[in-house]
């Protein structure tokens, strides 16, 4: 199974954001890095950093605070991302990701903030999010 790294700087977040979004479920965006162009020739070449690393799987979890009040829910779906993404990262393309919860968890339906409920409705419905990319 590939190891899938972890974005950890805010502009990685936003370039990965910026790329535009390959698949939403009700709770949850999947945004994907584009590569452009890659030049490994010219003058170019050293004046252009590169953002990522060519061919390396990296995901980036998303959970701000407005749709996931408390810490213990943010970290529940943050751990549910990371889980989900090791389980589809033979089949997912070697690029940057980053999964972003867009709306909250109704909290009369889950009422306990890291309930056994709360997390198989996070893990089925990141599954769905996840197999409307994967590569054939």
């Known amino acids: 199974m590939s190891a899938v790294e972890r974005l950890t700087q805010w502009t990685e977040f936003q370039a990965v954001m910026a790329a535009g979004s390959v698949a939403r479920t009700p709770h949850f965006v999947l945004h994907q890095w584009r590569p ?8 170019e070449f050293e004046k252009t950093p590169a953002l990522f690393l060519h061919d ?3 995901l980036g979890a998303l959970t701000p605070k407005r749709w996931a009040k408390r810490a213990v829910t943010r970290n529940l779906i943050r751990r549910q991302i990371h889980s989900v993404s090791q389980e589809f990262a033979d089949k997912l393309m070697p690029t940057p990701y980053v999964v972003r919860l867009r709306t909250t968890f109704d909290t009369k339906k ?3 903030a890291s309930s ?3 997390k198989i409705a996070v893990r089925e419905e990141l599954t769905q999010l996840f197999g409307k990319v994967i590569s054939p």
């Open 116 to 118: 056994d409920a709360l």
């Open 110 to 112: 889950f009422i306990s």
């Open 36 to 43: 452009t162009q890659i030049n490994l020739a010219g003058p």
């Open 56 to 58: 390396v799987l990296m």
